[in-house]
């Protein structure tokens, strides 16, 4: 079975995460989401956020047809995220192309031999771009 993996916060669901968790999960036989927990989010972005608590972005996240599984990193920085991702094993790795470079799990998903996609984003459309137009 081939695992995609994609990781993030996923606070206010748009159309730009629909389109990566479905492009994602086309890639592969099982779609794994890891979602941050709301400190890591909060430390992350700001102390406004998330805008959703995290058991509400689980069950979100979990509604989508395109979904198999939702894991939570419970701890900040990448030592957590590589936890995650070695217990997941995917064969690979999605992230948004605005991420590219910009996150520290990036060596540690090539050295594992993880196969690296990027996402083209949808331009002007982020959670962040959303909460400050509302």
């Known amino acids: 079975m081939k695992t995609v993996l994609v990781h993030g916060c996923f606070d ?24 941050l927990a709301d400190e890591y989010v909060k430390s992350a972005k700001g102390t406004n956020r998330p805008i959703h608590t995290l058991n509400d972005r689980i069950v979100q996240i979990a509604e989508l047809r ?30 948004g192309e605005d991420r590219r470079g910009k996150f520290g799990e990036e060596d540690f998903v090539k050295r594992m031999g993880i196969k690296m996609v990027y996402f083209d984003m949808v331009e002007n459309l982020s959670t962040t771009h959303v909460a400050s137009a509302i």
Request: net charge positive; hydrophobic share 50%; aromatic share 2%.
């Open 12 to 35: 206010v669901i748009h159309i730009g995460h629909i389109r990566l968790l479905k492009h994602a999960r086309s890639l592969g036989d099982e779609l794994v989401v890891s979602l």
């Open 66 to 95: 395109c979904v198999d599984r939702v894991t939570v990193v419970n701890g900040p920085g990448c030592e957590a995220v590589e936890r995650m991702i070695a217990i997941v094993r995917p064969a690979i790795y999605v992230k």
